[in-house]
């Protein structure tokens, strides 16, 4: 069975099962919200906090849909987090990029694990740090091969520190992040995995945030991208407001900078996100 049934199997069980510990222990808003590829974290950027209120002694299951809509494509993602005990998240996530001129969609799986190592981004003196691992597979990789990408499944690992400033910012709360990530993915691995003669290397990414009440907040992202293959790969950036009314519904909203993709230049638009948590 692939590692996505599994853990989609393991998501649904025990959210069923325990819904009378849904988490509610953590103050709102600090999770964040659902990254693009299934992590908790921002949109483009997986933070050290995981998803959900989940406190060390509840769970907390979440899930999300969100859209990017570009110039030249389209890019829908669904998924659900797993938050045990705020120590370990199970995700997946499943992404659909639409492509227009080919009249064709690259669909991608992905399977993510991640396990916070130490601190709060709250509470503890220093940030909080996690390290993950998202295991990625493309559905068809005939677009991927024809590109000269290497594989069509891929391994990403990074490590990433939060913290939250309370009162830092001229009274109001900043949230800044930072995450290393070891990958060869092209355009998140929708375009494949590395090229001949490129290996993994390590990309930086980076969040900042200020939280205008505990209700909404707004902030930037920017994503380092590797550039194994022919075609130019761009960084990433946005710019984004989230909306928290309670702990169980989330919406975020954001403008995209995502450079070049796949030999269409400039491609800039908007992206909406919206979660459930329990």
């Keep these: 069975m692939k590692i996505t049934n599994t853990i989609c199997i393991i998501l649904g069980i025990l959210g069923y099962?325990?819904?009378?510990?849904?988490g509610q222990g953590k103050i709102l808003a600090t999770p964040g919200v659902s990254q693009a590829e299934g992590a908790?974290?921002?949109g483009i950027v997986p933070w050290a906090q995981l998803a959900g209120y989940a406190s060390r002694d509840e769970i907390a299951v979440?899930?999300?849909c969100s859209r990017a809509g570009l110039d030249d494509y389209q890019l829908d993602v669904c998924g659900a987090q797993l938050n045990l005990y705020d120590r370990v998240e199970l995700s997946v996530a499943k992404q659909t990029f639409d492509v227009p001129a080919l009249n064709m969609q690259i669909k991608q799986d992905i399977a993510g694990v991640k396990v916070r190592l130490y601190g709060d981004i709250l509470y503890s003196a220093l940030p909080q740090i996690s390290v993950g691992w998202q295991h990625k597979s493309l559905k068809d990789g005939t677009i991927a091969n024809l590109l000269g990408a290497k594989d069509t499944r891929g391994d990403d690992f990074y490590v990433a520190a939060s913290k939250l400033h309370l009162g830092a910012l001229a009274g109001y709360n900043f949230f800044?992040?930072?995450?290393?990530?070891?990958?060869?993915?092209?355009?998140?691995?929708?375009?494949g995995f590395g090229a001949e003669g490129q290996h993994r290397s390590i990309q930086l990414e980076g969040a900042a945030a200020v939280f205008l009440n505990p209700?909404?907040?707004?902030?930037?992202?920017?994503?380092?991208?590797p550039d194994n293959m022919a075609i130019k790969e761009d960084d990433w950036q946005d710019v984004f407001i989230a909306w928290f009314p309670n702990?169980?519904?989330?919406?975020t909203?954001?403008?995209?900078?995502l450079g070049d993709i796949a030999g269409a230049e400039k491609q800039t638009g908007w992206y909406l996100s919206i979660s459930g948590a329990l």
């Excluded at 800044?176 to 375009?191: C, E, K, S």
């Excluded at 909203?253 to 900078?257: G, H, P, Y």
Aim: charged residues 10%; positive net charge; contains cysteine.
């Design 247 to 251: 702990k169980h519904f989330t919406v």
């Design 215 to 225: 209700n909404w907040a707004v902030g930037t992202e920017y994503r380092q991208k």
């Design 253 to 257: 909203a954001a403008w995209l900078n």
């Design 17 to 22: 099962c325990v819904s009378a510990m849904a």
């Design 40 to 42: 908790g974290g921002g």
């Design 176 to 191: 800044w992040n930072v995450t290393a990530r070891y990958t060869d993915a092209n355009q998140l691995g929708l375009l």
């Design 62 to 64: 979440n899930g999300f």
